[in-house]
Each structure stands twice: as C-alpha cells, then as structure tokens.
C-alpha cells in the first residue's frame, strides 16, 4: 500500500491546484481594490487587506490537503480535470480585468501594466486550455520540425528582408513630411503618458490606444521624430509576409504562399502606407491573415486551440483599430453561412466554432466596457465618415436621382475596383492603383477561380475576406477616394487570390508545375521581377522624389518649420511671419516636432523689434520680405529649406 502513496500524491495535486489559485486569485483582487482605491500616509491598514490575508491563508491550506479517499475521489471529478480548471481560470481573470479596468478608470490611474498582463493572461489560460496535451515536451522534436521545414523557413525569411529594405530605407526621410494626421497621431500617442489615453483599451478615432502606447515607446527610444513615428507601421509591414505566407499556404499550398508573401512584399501601396503613421490599416494587413489563419486551420484540423486563438487574437485587435469590428461581423457570416449552407462539414466542427466564440468573448470585456461608457468614441469613425451618420447617402440621392441600392451598389464596386483600377490618391498621391495591370489580371483570374470552388470553405472565406471588406467600406464608409487606402485591410486576400490565379492561369496552358518545373519557375520569377520593378519605380521614382504627399503646401511647409525649430540650438524667441494660410499652429506635425513656443507676426517685418540671436522664420509668400529685411540688417544666419525645387521656408538669425 505504500509503494502506490506517489501516484495518489500525484492525483490530488488538482484539488490542491484548484485550491491553491482561489488563494491566488484572492491576492490579486485584493491588490486590485487596494490599487483602485486614494492612497494616505494616515492608512495603517490599507482596505481590503482582509483579502490577501485570507488568500495567503487559503494558499496555505492548499498544500495540507491530505492524500486520503475523500481528497482523491474529489480530485478525479472532471470538474477539477485540466481543461476545466484553465477555462475557470481564463474567466475569473477576464471577469478580474473587466471590474478592475473600471475601477481605474474611475480613479484615472496611470499604468495599466498589471491589468494588461492579467487580461493578456485570461487569453492565454483559454488557448492552453485547448492546447495542453499529456505528451512531454520534447525539443528534439522540435528540432526535427525545424531541419524538416528549413529550407521553408529560410524562403519566408528572405522574403521578409526583402520586405524590409524598401520599408526601412530613410524611414525618417521618405515621405519627407508628415501629414497632418501623422502629426494628430504622434502628439496623441505622446499624449497616452496621462489623461484618458493611459486606459490601453481607450480609443481615439478608433485608434486603439494601446496601439499608440506602442508608438510612444517606440519615439521614447528613437525619439519625436519621423523614424519613431513611423518604425511600428514598418514593422507590421514586414509581419505582413510570414502572416500572408501562413494564410496562404493553408489555402493553397507553398507555391501559392510564398508568391503571396513576394507580391505583398514588393507591393508599391503597401510598402507607402508601411512608412506613414496616418492610418493604422497597415496592421490589419498582418492581423488578419493571422487571425483568419487560425480560424480556417482549426475548422479543418477541427482543432479548438487554433480556434480560440482566433478568437482572442481578434479581441486583442480591438485594441488596435476599428477594423476589428469588420473582422467580427465577417467570422459571424461565414459561420452562419456555414451553418446553412454547409451544414454537414460545420456541424463536426460546431465545437471548433465555440471556442472561436469563447476566446473572443473571454478577451473581449474591457473593449466592451470602454465602449459601453464612451459610445462616441467606439463609433467615432462612423459619426464622422459613416453613409448613413453625416447623411451623405441621402444628399447623394437628392443629387443624383438615384435609387440607395444603385449608389451603395456602385459604392461597394467602386471599393473593389479601387484595388487595380482608380489610382491610390488618399493618404498617398500616387497616380498609379494598389495593384499594377498584370496583377489585377491575375487577381481577376483568381476571382473566378475561388467563385468556381466556392463549396471549398476555405475559398468561402477567402470570398469572404475581400467580398466582405469592399462590401464593409462601400456601404458604411466615405467618402469615395479614401477607399484607395482603407481596402488595404483586402490586399492580403488580393495578392493570395492573384497567386492562385497566376497558377491556375499557368495550369491552362501548360505550364503546370508537376509537368513543367522549369518553364513554370522561370514564368513566375519573370512576373515577380516585373512587379518588383514596377512597384520600386511606382513609389521611388513616380511618388518619393515629387513631393506628392501632403500636397497641402501649408501641412508640407508645417514639417520644415517643425524640423527647423529642432535645429534652433538657444532659447530665444522665434517669431513667424504668418498670413491667414501660413501660421505656427495650423498643423498638427509641427507641434509633433517640436513643442517650442513661435510668435506668429502678421504685420510688416519692419515693425518687427527683434533682438540678437533670435530668430525669423518665413513661409513662401513672405520670404522676399524677410531678404530684404535680412539685407538691410546683415552679419546673421541666413537658412533655406528647400521642398523638391522650391524654397518653401528662410529662417533668419539676427546678429
């Protein structure tokens, strides 16, 4: 009897573990109310101390529950079993972070590190609830895995510097301005170190605000410039290539995937948006691959943890931009669709399908929360771009005579063909579409190639994923030029459905891989090299050198005078000669740049009492004036700023 006293030792460790995270989990909610509530010097004994105690009591206990027949019966319950217990766990700490999150909100508290890392948690207890297996850990499998897949492996990582010369090269530099709404967005991702913004599942405009923290740390290290503004939407660029390759390859198979991977590589449109921080679409182009990735792959292997993963990787999104909420209403489609129409197959994997909903809505409850006290701010793109919000859908039909269905019908069009035929002008200024002819011939030949094989629910979604998103803008968003830059979140799917129909394409007349290896690889790396240097020229030659973005010459000359004041090496005044188009303050990129106080002066430079070593700053239509000035009080510091061919800015230090 007492040989066996190890193995009973072993099957009681579940109670005890179960017992051992109520303790756990006591400490922490302690923590949290005690973290919740003002702090005094006064307090000897903080509220809620009663709590830890107890936990720590009840951590205590945990590890005298004796071996014997009550303790081993109960412990064999599968109420106590593995997957139970980290489901519970997975709750208790979504349910934890949701009441702590408005506890801290109601108290304004600063960090939020231990609330993200628990809610971070509660996701990661759910997936491995799914994923945990009785098999040992083995790193020589591991191993095996890697010298099997190595070559693969090597393929994705080219491909991926690839990706990274043309996104890093003078990320700094080109674009040589930032827009506007760059500016907008680097001050309020400074902002996030206090306010409303340090709430990481905050949002403003729909940019998560965990997503600007992510921004902010980034310009903690490489400073308030255009480099750390723009290093995180160049890194999503180059994630976009191993998450295009994963989804790919799981529609498809290798060749597929690592054409994919290339195209999305070399793309001109997503290489541009890869270097500018205005608009967060850019991360989708990595997000949802990975997350439909999952989705798709655990429905087919019927594996719950891929699922889950999908789930809580979508959550997660909510916290980056407001396309998480397009993501959501897709996945909802495609299972209902599933459910009707391809009944058979989606009922053996209705249980895949709930831990796809269960990680979501176990991740979800802090998004929800925020959205629930700050309506506006959850629907705050809608409010101010919607079709039906700012009533642009109702003065169109007024203007036009048209019947809603025919304009959203030409809208959702409009959308899709924004991908290969209207040219990328929003937020960019390229005259040249996302996708160059060839592709959009390949892209076209795809279409009709995944409609063809649509009772494949792979190729249902992937028809989902495009369909659904020019569906999504074209109907819910305006104005129509911006869809050149927010079916960005589609051209994962387009560059996928283009590979597939070059190869089908191939396939028709002869050129097959598994007949024709040779013809078949020099066919492809010819297109590809095209494209590359189609897209190279597109962005390098056509946009970068020609001043294109930020065609506002005012939101342009706000970037020289922010980088200006950066040079500016003493602390006397500046002034500006301002006008009612050109003044210290239009743009938000200057104020991004530098938080140095300007002097605007409207009045005639003569009337200007300026001392030595301070400066004069003048914008285009005043730099004449500021010659002559400077020639009639010579020996300062005469500096122009030149924008392509044009000088757009003379500072002037005065002797």
């Known amino acids: 009897m007492v040989e066996v006293q190890p193995e009973q030792a072993g099957d009681v460790k579940k109670i005890r573990r179960f017992v051992a995270f109520i303790g756990v989990f006591l400490l922490l909610i302690s923590q949290f109310l005690v973290f919740s509530q003002p702090t005094s010097e006064e307090i000897v004994f903080p509220p809620y101390l009663g709590f830890a105690i107890f936990g720590v ?60 890392t628990v809610w971070l948690l509660s996701g990661i207890c759910y997936v491995y609830a799914f994923a945990k297996s009785n098999s040992p850990f083995d790193l020589a499998k591991i191993g095996e895995w890697f010298k099997k897949h190595r070559n ?294 795809g279409l009709g190639i995944i409609l063809w094989q649509i009772r494949n629910p792979a190729y249902l979604l992937l028809n989902g994923y495009i369909w659904g998103s020019a569906v999504a803008i074209g109907v819910f968003a305006t104005p129509p030029s911006a869809d050149s830059y927010r079916m960005l979140m589609a051209l994962p799917a387009a560059v996928i459905i283009a590979a597939i129909g070059i190869d089908k394409i191939l396939e028709a007349i002869g050129l097959e891989w598994k007949i024709a290896r040779t013809a078949y690889s020099f066919t492809i790396t010819a297109i590809l090299t095209s494209l590359l240097f189609f897209n190279l020229w597109t962005y390098y030659a056509e946009f970068a050198g020609q001043c294109r973005f930020g065609a506002d010459l005012a939101g342009r000359f706000a970037t020289y005078l922010g980088v200006q004041l950066q040079e500016i090496d003493n602390e006397n005044r500046v002034y500006m000669l301002s006008n009612d188009y050109y003044f210290h303050g239009s743009h938000p990129s200057t104020l991004f740049l530098s938080l140095r106080p300007v002097i605007n002066f409207t009045d005639s430079i003569n009337t200007l009492d300026a001392v030595s070593g301070e400066t004069v700053i003048a914008p285009p239509d005043r730099i004449e004036e500021l010659e002559e000035w400077a020639r009639q009080h010579p020996g300062g510091q005469l500096h122009y700023e030149y924008d392509c061919e044009r000088v757009i800015l003379l500072s002037y230090r005065v002797p």
Do not use: C
């Open 57 to 116: 009591f009840i951590l205590i206990v945990s590890q005298l529950i004796p071996t014997n027949a009550f303790w081993l019966r109960l412990s064999s319950r599968r109420i106590f079993g593995d997957r139970v217990f980290w489901l519970f766990v997975a709750l208790l700490l979504s349910v934890t972070t949701a009441l702590a999150l408005n506890a801290f909100m109601v108290y304004r508290r600063l960090n939020y590190i231990p609330l993200v």
């Open 152 to 445: 693969e492996i090597l393929s994705v990582f080219f491909v991926m510097v690839l990706a990274a010369i043309p996104r890093f090269y003078l990320l700094g530099k080109i674009p040589r301005v930032l827009d506007g709404d760059e500016g907008s967005v680097g001050n309020f991702a400074r902002a996030t170190v206090a306010g409303g913004l340090t709430n990481p599942f905050a949002l403003w405009e729909n940019f998560g605000s965990l997503y600007l923290q992510l921004i902010n740390i980034s310009m903690k290290f490489f400073g308030y410039n255009a480099f750390g503004l723009r290093l995180l939407p160049a890194i999503g660029g180059v994630l976009a290539v191993p998450a295009v390759y994963l989804f790919a390859r799981w529609l498809g198979g290798r060749r597929i995937a690592i054409i994919s991977a290339i195209m999305i590589a070399i793309s001109h449109s997503h290489v541009h948006f890869s270097r500018i921080a205005s608009v967060a679409y850019i991360q989708d182009a990595w997000l949802i691959p990975l997350e439909l990735y999952f989705l798709i792959s655990g429905l087919q292997k019927r594996q719950s943890w891929r699922t889950a993963l999908s789930g809580v990787l979508i959550a997660i999104h909510y916290s980056v931009y407001l396309t998480s909420q397009i993501i959501t209403g897709l996945v909802f489609i495609y299972m209902l669709i599933a459910l009707i129409f391809y009944r058979s197959w989606f009922k053996e994997r209705f249980s895949q399908a709930l831990a796809f909903w269960g990680g979501f809505l176990i991740t979800i409850p802090p998004s929800v929360i925020y959205a629930y006290q700050n309506p506006n701010e959850f629907m705050n793109r809608l409010g101010n771009s919607g079709t039906f919000q700012t009533g642009w859908l109702e003065n169109t039909m007024q203007a036009t005579g048209q019947s809603a269905f025919q304009i959203l019908s030409e809208r959702v069009i409009h959308a899709f063909l924004s991908l290969f035929y209207y040219p990328a002008l929003d937020f960019y200024g390229s005259p040249s579409p996302m996708m160059s002819t060839i592709s959009g011939v390949m892209l076209l030949a």
